[in-house]
């Protein structure tokens, strides 16, 4: 979980450094803009789903496995949930 807040972090932090060099004019800007933020929510998921693919393949049997499942699927409820 730590490691997903540090890399959600380090991406937040280039995507808005990536939008200040972004011009503040012309037709493409809004484009650049929302395909920034696609690109950094999709990195997020993939840095999510890498941390919880190395839980279920330390697992040493399905109490385990439950409990990463568990785990997972609780922070993702809880991000839906900050979301609306």
Same mark, same amino acid.
């Given at each position: ?9 380090l ?7 990536? /939008? ?8 493409? $800007?809004?484009?650049? @803009?929302?395909?920034?933020?696609v690109?950094? #929510?999709?990195?997020?998921r993939? /840095?999510r789903?890498q941390?919880e693919?190395?839980?279920? $393949?330390?697992?040493? @049997? ?6 990463? #499942?568990?785990?997972f ?6 991000q ?5």
């Amino acid at each position: 979980m730590k490691q997903t807040i540090i890399v959600a972090a380090l991406l937040m932090a280039v995507s808005t450094a990536f /939008a200040a060099d972004t011009p503040t004019q012309g037709p493409g $800007q809004n484009f650049d @803009n929302v395909k920034s933020d696609v690109i950094a #929510r999709i990195n997020a998921r993939i /840095a999510r789903n890498q941390v919880e693919l190395s839980c279920v $393949q330390s697992a040493k @049997n399905h109490a385990d496995l439950k409990a990463c #499942r568990e785990k997972f699927m609780e922070e993702m409820r809880e991000q839906r949930g900050m979301k609306r």
